[in-house]
């Protein structure tokens, strides 16, 4: 079993960045594959981002390949989403996840703990 906590949204204006980190406890964090999902208002939860247990395979939702960065630092029990270049449509309530797994994945129905979420809201 692993807890799961968000911190790092908050508001920010179209273009910029924010960083939001997922803490993990336990001493078994390495064995997690994890992911990013969010939920807007009145929209289904959906797959923002993945990473494998190891850190070597990522996987992105298309509307932010190459904006969005996720990385995992196993030593730290951490899980880190860079966002840049910010747009309103980005506005969320942004989860992370845990399944253990060696694969990557990118339905919800695969993870089996969650966070509680960190609001991250993009003004024009």
């Known amino acids: 079993q692993v807890q799961l906590v968000e911190s790092g949204g908050g508001l920010v204006q179209a273009g910029g960045s924010l960083r939001l980190s997922c803490a993990a406890s336990?001493?078994?964090?390495?064995?997690?594959?994890m992911g990013w999902f969010r939920q807007a208002p009145g929209k289904e939860r959906e797959f923002v981002a993945a990473?494998?247990?190891?850190?070597?395979?990522?996987d992105y939702a298309d509307s932010v390949k190459g904006l969005f960065t996720i990385s995992r630092d196993n030593a730290k029990n951490t899980v880190y989403l860079q966002m840049n270049s910010l747009k309103p449509e980005d506005t969320a309530v942004y989860y992370c996840?845990?399944?253990?797994?060696?694969?990557?994945?990118?339905?919800?129905?695969?993870?089996?703990?969650w966070g509680q979420g960190t609001q991250v809201t993009v003004s024009s």
């Open positions: 996840a845990a399944v253990v797994s060696g694969m990557i994945l990118t339905k919800d129905n695969n993870y089996d703990y």
């Open positions: 336990g001493r078994t964090f390495s064995i997690y594959a």
């Open positions: 990473i494998s247990r190891s850190g070597g395979r990522t």
